[in-house]
């Protein structure tokens, strides 16, 4: 297994996500979410290699979206 380390990704341009009422960050299969050393949560998604602005994964999502 591969281990990733999301902490060291940028953030996602506003552009890439896209407001909707389903097919959203935190209901799609490529969603993930991790915590930093002081255990602050962290929002990622691996299918961009970035990380999910706070608040968007619950209101936005993307061309990739997969049923989970």
Not at 13 to 23: G, P, V
Not at 50 to 64: A, I
Request: hydrophobic residues 25%.
């Amino acid at each position: 297994m591969i281990k990733v380390n999301p902490s060291k990704w940028e953030n996602l341009i506003k552009s890439t996500l896209k407001r909707k009422r389903t097919k959203i960050c935190i209901t799609c299969n490529h969603f993930r979410y991790s915590t930093t050393e002081t255990f602050a949560t962290i929002l990622s998604c691996p299918r961009y290699e970035k990380l999910t602005p706070q608040g968007d994964h619950l209101l936005k999502g993307c061309e990739y979206w997969q049923k989970k």
